[in-house]
């Protein structure tokens, strides 16, 4: 990969038959080293938007890395340029969760090396205890945490992960962030999709808010994460705190405003 080391993304549209899902859409450049994440309603286009960006599903449009056009990359140098981890884990093949990382270097490794790094890649993502384990014995989360060993494993300058912490509970999604933080630290250009607003304003350098297929806002997280944005993208009644430094979402509880509204009546 050359140049000014950012993804560049003009005009992005996606269909499915002839339903359009992702419509002309242009994001602000997302640089190497940083943590973006994607968030929006049900139905708003993020997954799609993701694996647009990972060349997994057909789309239109400008895909730069750098001065490096995503779309003219050899497969080989896709595998090792992307690394995708679907919201959906594949079904268990018969496979240990070694070897199925090991399957993740073929691109990048000889087999003499391939099952030092498998072994590293383990470790950092604190599953190594899982190494022989069969891939069908593994719980959802495990099988997550594999998934995300799978994407990392060749230490890709480009991460799009959908919902990786989906499965997890609250231990192993700190867990997961820090390591998505570090992996921006060592200079890739990382893109996450989280419904969890709060956890994304916690973890994320910038947020981009995705409606209807459009670009509706971005931004760092107190300028993405508003009551406007959440009233109009999302049609919530809630509140953004901040609390000792943290931005937190706060819904309104409908059933406080009726109460007070009958003391009204009643006084």
Known sequence: MSGGMALHVDGLTVAYGTRPVVRALTLPPISAGTVTVLVGPNGAGKSTVLKALAQIVPSSGTLKFGDDDLRLLSSRDRARAIGFMPQTVPPA????????????????YDS???EKRAIAVLRRVGIAELALRPLDRLSGGERQLVSLAQTIALSPPLLFLDEPTSALDLARQYDVMRLVRSFAAEGAAVVLVMHDLTLAAHWADSVIVLNNGRLHSAGVPSEA????????????SASVETIRGRLFVVPSDPGASANTDERKKQS
């Open 93 to 108: 093949a018969e496979l240990a969760v070694i070897e199925s990382v090991i399957v993740s270097l073929q691109a990048g």
């Open 112 to 114: 003499a090396d391939a």
């Open 225 to 236: 994460i508003t009551a406007s944005m959440l009233q109009e993208v999302y049609g919530a």
